[in-house]
Nanobody
Framework: VQLQASGGGLVQAGGSLRLSCANS????????VGWFRQAPGKEREFVAA????????SYTDSVKGRFTISRDRAKNTVSLQMNNLKFEDTAVYYC?????????????????WGQGTQVTVSS
């Protein structure tokens, strides 16, 4: 599994961004996929996850109602739509594939990590 995250950028508070995570494998992954973020001086934290077939999703409380995770198995991509962005959403965002097929929030269950993409929200 090789993952590549993209879509980060600079946006004003209240704005939107859409992150994309592409899996370079030709066949659809049967792994759950998650998004994590890491702000300067802070631990990497869970943001959202989706199960292998997209049937189950999970979000950290601070993004519920604002972020939506989805996956397109035909295109082998997972997206994170981020609306109503806040200054505290500023971080480097990473996508990762889990060793499980479920939408897990446990960072220890993620084995394959893409490079990060910077999201900066100006207040």
């Amino acid at each position: 599994v090789q993952l590549q995250a993209s879509g980060g950028g600079l946006v004003q508070a209240g704005g939107s961004l859409r992150l994309s995570c592409a899996n370079s494998r030709r066949t659809a992954s049967n792994n759950g996929v998650g998004w994590f973020r890491q702000a300067p001086g802070k631990e990497r934290e869970f943001v959202a996850a989706i199960s292998w077939n997209g049937g189950t999703t999970s979000y950290t409380d601070s993004v519920k109602g604002r972020f939506t995770i989805s996956r397109d198995r035909a295109k082998n991509t997972v997206s994170l739509q981020m609306n109503n962005l806040k200054f505290e959403d500023t971080a480097v965002y990473y996508c990762a594939a889990s060793i499980r097929s479920t939408a897990t929030s446990d960072r220890r269950e993620y084995r394959y990590w893409g490079q990060g993409t910077q999201v900066t929200v100006s207040s």
